[in-house]
């Protein structure tokens, strides 16, 4: 990629043409989906889900295996005699968290998670955590946040519980020097770490993750205070954090050498880093993410790529692919794109490059095949299907699920894109399958 | 409101779902937010189906809410019907919908589709996936059977199945293994319905002279309708095992109207079972949960046809849990209903089986407590979906049970044998193979530490500390060691009814004589 087109491409923003809008029906999960990946991360947090029957079977469904290990979270369904008022809703919450904590002592903070039939119902559980914190606080902290999937799409879950922790960490700070920089979005803990001794070489301290490992621990914002996200999906809890004072850095979020390398250099230049130290101590790392992905770099070269909405990551992805893998993209689909935090990344996308917000499944499937991809980035309900006419998938919620993050895990994203491809080289009846689909 | 970490049913209108996506030409249009639409993957992940469940869901979202949701649900069934173009429509709400009171059966009506609709209503806060499977299959077949007289002159072996469905427990291989029972049997099978039927199909169920029940959780309401509204008698033996298959057939037979025979003995499980090495399974405790069809299935195959002993029974099918609760008298147990998997856990651990027959849960806590195990019951989960033909029911279902339930317990037994030789003086880890090179480097094993102390305190599994005389330890040692926690729990346990402290050879071998079977 050298540094012209680069320039050129920034300079155009208006090459990004307007979105295409669908309204129909949308196949993506809600936000309860998150919390399969922020209870792993947040070792002390138990996430209490106020729904139904359906929740529960969501949840299990999308944790798969995971469900059997006793992982900290858990449904309290609600039932006929909860919705007819023969049973008081708030009596009966306090009975399950009561024995809920009974049976795990070990939780810290119990987080109650709003659903789609509490939200309808109008079940107060911000109210609810303010009564349970004053029975079970402060041994076992109470906070609550939606994850309904009328309000929420899947990652989107993840920015309410971030804003509501907000909320709880800064009325609750546990004293000491305020945060300098405050890196926002659930990252595995590997990234974490990679990340925490990448800034210790630039000289950056007093540097503090969101969520980290520990829920509690308190977050003690300054008049000086930086954040930056580390995942385009978290407008509440950037609003959140601009509401309390903290700045926010701009900067395109850290998938590929590339991505990583800017979001550090923004980082960078935030905090006055010389430049110069900089480069010595990103160049190691970028030149093992380089070689890493020309590995897959010929498998993905000259794809074309249809990507359907899944996690608001698809923009960044679609960066990665075009800029870095030299793959076409046909189109790019997102939940939902916000317009601030992701100018940077649609500005470096390829001029005209079809770009589609929400959905209208439908319709969508429709252009998918009009398309005819080589590759095509789907969710688990549709990628069967895609695969049984032909065509090579890549399930979207790996995205969500691996350490992409960082020069470390470069390749591994690489990877994960160019795997089904190799796949179906290595088939015999490959090229038949793709010559059946077109 | 109920604490679940995990549950044996999704809510109703996934159990519609598996009716409409059992089903060819029918379309379900469910009114529901976004995130139901995970339901999907069950389909295309579990049963690795090569085709999106035929289901549309509305997806309102909050915005929504303040205008007209009823819109959002008539503008889908409208599309859903131009699309799709199918023979029927299904249409009915998800929990969250049936909180906004729409109404989508009385929507429906007002769209004037050219097709037929069935409403359905599925209480989602009262009732679960298994119940709205059958209701759903009931509302269909009432649908399109209707009132209409069955024809005359309908021939004797003229029969349907019913029950079987899409992300149901070898479903795919029951169905293929039963038609080709019957048709030897020379019965004329009509329909099969739900998997793989169309509404047209259903409307020609009365033209047969009986209905075969395979599923009753699915079908056994629908069956019964059948025979009140038009005289069609059913099945009340479900084919699994060799004798409830052997009774099925004469059953079938008797239904259609042709002689007693003695079926010549198929399949294998009986031979087996007969062998000299199955000796080894004799009373073997086998703790059984499930589904209310394949668990008392189960019971019966583990009592009459492998010898095993019945050490527990239970369902999480509380309609059925009536069922259960006979036969679990049969084996003079008492019957586990319940769908809380910790009670469940509870349960196999206080029954200490050396064999789990359950669902995948059963499996995973069997896993835990390290004994044998296998999976005989929904929830699916990919693994009952096999690449290979591998039915549960007819005289092939019975072969498959008895490898499928044999096999992990012969593996225990090998992995015990195995370590047990390691102790031995000429197969353990230092001596080499007998046929590799003779200067192979050999390490005399450690000697067994001898105890010191007189007597010696363990923390037991009863939850006190018992106390064993340094005799009585060195008796136990002797016991063969897979059998030997047990010796010791059971002595423990017996010392501690009795009040005996501490615990000498004579305890042991007075307990030994207690616990005998």
Not at chain 1, 91 to 119: K, Q, T
Not at chain 2, 275 to 304: M, P, W
Request: net charge negative; with cysteine; charged share 20%.
């Amino acid at each position: 990629m050298s540094l012209p087109q680069l320039a050129s491409t920034c300079n155009e923003p208006t090459a990004v043409a307007q979105p295409i809008r669908q309204r129909g029906q949308h196949e993506v999960f809600c936000g309860l989906t998150s919390i399969i990946w922020l209870h792993r991360k947040v070792q002390d947090a138990f996430f209490l889900v106020v729904g139904s029957r359906t929740c529960a079977h969501l949840l299990q469904s999308a944790a798969g295996v995971m469900i059997f290990s006793e992982p900290r979270f858990a449904t309290a369904i609600m039932e006929e005699r909860d919705l007819a008022g023969m049973a008081d809703m708030h009596d009966e919450l306090d009975n399950v968290v009561a024995r809920l904590l009974e049976r795990r002592p070990d939780i810290r903070m119990l987080v109650l998670v709003g659903s789609c039939p509490s939200e309808v119902i109008k079940f107060d559980l911000t109210r609810a955590a303010t009564r349970l914190n004053a029975v079970h606080a402060p041994r076992h902290r109470v906070i609550a946040y939606s994850g309904s999937g009328i309000e929420t799409t899947f990652t989107q879950g993840e920015d309410n519980f971030l804003a509501a922790l907000i909320a709880d960490k800064v009325a609750a700070p546990s004293g000491g020097t305020p945060a300098k920089l405050v890196v926002v979005g659930c990252l595995a803990d590997v990234v974490e770490d990679q990340f925490a001794r990448l800034f210790a070489e630039l000289g950056l301290n007093g540097v503090v993750f969101l969520p980290g490992r520990d829920a509690i621990k308190g977050l003690v914002m300054g008049p000086d205070t930086r954040f930056i996200l580390a995942q385009p999906y978290l407008g509440a809890t950037a609003a959140a954090l601009e509401a309390r004072g903290a700045r926010r850095i701009d900067a395109i979020f850290p998938l590929g050498a590339e991505g990583t390398s800017a979001w550090l250099r923004a980082i960078c230049t935030a905090f006055g880093v010389d430049m110069v130290r900089f480069d010595a101590v990103v160049a190691q790392p970028r030149r093992r993410a380089a070689e890493a992905m020309a590995h897959y770099r010929p498998w993905l070269e000259g794809r074309s790529v249809f990507f359907f909405p899944d996690s608001q990551m698809e923009p960044s992805l679609a960066r990665f692919l075009s800029r870095e893998m030299g793959s076409e993209l046909l189109e790019v689909g997102s939940p939902y794109l916000h317009r601030e935090h992701v100018a940077g990344e649609l500005a470096l996308l390829p001029a005209g490059v079809i770009i589609s917000e929400g959905q209208d499944v439908d319709l969508q499937i429709e252009r998918c095949r009009d398309a005819n991809p080589d590759l095509i980035v789907c969710g688990l309900g549709l990628a069967n299907p895609f695969e049984a006419e032909g065509r090579v998938s890549k399930w979207s919620i790996e995205f969500s699920f691996t350490p992409i993050q960082g020069f470390e895990q470069a390749g591994d994203l690489a990877e994960l894109f160019a795997r089904p491809l190799m796949r179906n080289a290595m088939l015999s009846g490959g090229a038949e399958r793709r010559g059946a689909a077109q | 409101m109920k604490l679940s970490m995990w549950t044996y049913e999704g809510p109703p209108h996934v159990g519609a779902m598996r009716i409409a996506a059992s089903m060819q030409g029918v379309h379900y249009v469910l009114h529901a937010p976004q995130g139901d639409t995970y339901a999907d993957l069950l389909f295309t992940m579990i049963e690795r189906r090569q085709s999106r469940p035929p289901v549309t869901y509305t997806t309102f979202q909050a915005r929504d809410l303040a205008g007209s949701t009823a819109d959002v649900f008539k503008t889908a069934c409208r599309d859903a019907v131009a699309r799709f173009a199918p023979d029927a429509l299904l249409v009915g709400a998800s929990c969250t919908a049936e909180l906004l009171q729409d109404d989508p059966g009385g929507l429906a009506r007002t769209l004037d589709v050219p097709i037929p609709v069935v409403p359905l209503e599925l209480p989602s806060y009262q009732k679960k996936e298994n119940w709205g499977a059958a209701e759903t299959f009931y509302r269909m077949v009432r649908a399109f059977v209707g009132r209409a007289p069955r024809p005359e002159n309908i021939p004797a072996n003229s029969c349907n199945i019913l029950g079987p469905t899409s992300l149901g427990f070898r479903c795919r291989d029951d169905v293929t293994e039963i038609v080709k029972l019957l048709t030897d049997e020379g019965l004329d099978v009509r329909v099969v319905a739900p998997l793989g039927a169309t509404p047209a199909d259903l409307a020609r169920l009365p033209q047969a002279a009986f209905n075969i029940v395979l599923y009753p959780e699915i079908a056994d309401v629908t069956a019964r309708w059948l025979k009140t509204a038009h005289g069609m008698p059913f099945t009340s033996t479900v084919p699994i095992g060799v004798g409830a298959t052997e009774q099925f057939l004469a059953e079938v037979r008797a239904l259609a109207g042709l002689p007693k025979r003695e079926s010549p003995r198929r399949d294998r499980l009986t031979w087996y079972s007969r062998s000299i090495d199955s000796n080894y399974l004799t009373n073997k405790r086998v703790f059984i949960f499930g589904d209310a069809t394949h668990a008392i299935a189960a019971a019966r195959i583990a009592s009459e046809e492998l010898g095993f002993r019945v050490c527990g029974l239970g369902t999480y099918m509380r309609e059925f849990a009536r069922d259960v609760r006979d036969a679990a008298a049969r084996y003079g147990v008492e019957a586990l209903i319940s769908d809380d998997h910790l009670e469940v856990e509870a349960a196999i651990v206080a029954a200490r089986p050396e064999l789990v027959l359950g669902t995948q849960m059963e499996r995973h806590i069997a896993k835990r407590l390290r004994v044998p195990c296998a999976v005989i019951s929904a929830p699916t989960h990919v693994q009952d979906f096999p690449a290979r033909y591998s039915p549960q029911m007819g005289f092939e279902g019975a072969n498959v049970i008895f490898d499928s339930w044999v096999h992990p317990l012969m593996m225990g037994l090998e992995e015990h044998l195995l370590q047990m030789f390691r102790d031995d003086f000429e197969f353990n880890d230092g001596a080499a193979a007998s046929h590799l090179h003779p200067q192979a480097p050999a390490v005399k094993p450690a000697a067994d530490p001898a105890p010191v102390a007189a007597a010696i305190a363990v923390a037991s599994p009863v939850g006190v500390i018992a106390t064993w005389t340094l005799e009585a330890e060195r008796e136990l040692q002797k016991v063969p060691f897979f059998v030997r926690g047990k010796a010791r729990r059971n002595t423990e346990l017996f010392a501690q009814g009795k009040g005996i402290h501490p615990i000498t050879v004579e305890t042991l071998y007075d307990a030994k004589a207690h616990f005998a079977r």
